[in-house]
């Protein structure tokens, strides 16, 4: 079994809404200090598969297809053995 | 300037119907390797801060007070100085 670890984040000059609107709670909060903040997501993927090298390529694929838009988002994995 | 890194996971146990849709359409895709896969979030905060041990507390009051649901997901950090 191996597991994938993905961080999929939007592009710098993206705008992110969602960052915005949590930063400016924060504010409210009294965490004045918070002078940007952007939300990405993490994917775990667990696969039945023991080679990592191709893996990576499955997992290269499957963020190309759907995990990420490329137009906005950049992607970053890495892989665990053994999990 | 320190960034925090911060990653919200469910906790184990807890559903997650995003992550189930999204495996069931990574298995029509043709990826059927993926036993399964679970969804959480990542942020990026910047803060108006030079000391990080202060900085960890701060960061550790927003993730319980906002960022997380400490019922149903865990949370945790890293911090970069210099950014």
Same mark, same amino acid.
Do not use: F, N, W
């Given at each position: 079994?191996i597991k994938? *670890?993905i961080? !999929?984040?939007l592009?710098p000059?993206?705008?992110? +809404?969602?960052g &915005?609107a $949590?930063k400016?709670?924060?504010?409210?909060?009294?965490f004045?200090?918070?002078?940007d903040?952007r939300i990405g997501? *993490?994917?775990? !993927?667990w696969l039945?598969?023991?080679?990592?090298? +191709?893996?990576? &390529?499955? $997992?290269k694929a499957m963020?190309?297809?759907?995990?990420?838009n490329p137009?906005?988002e950049?992607?970053?994995f890495?892989?665990?053995e053994?999990v």
């Open positions: 079994m994938a *670890t961080t !999929v984040k592009k000059g993206v705008l992110d +809404p969602q &915005e $949590v400016g709670t924060l504010h409210t909060l009294g004045g200090e918070v002078t903040l997501k *993490t994917m775990e !993927v039945d598969a023991d080679d990592p090298a +191709p893996a990576e &390529e499955r $997992v963020c190309e297809q759907l995990l990420a137009v906005i950049t992607y970053s890495s892989l665990e053994g």
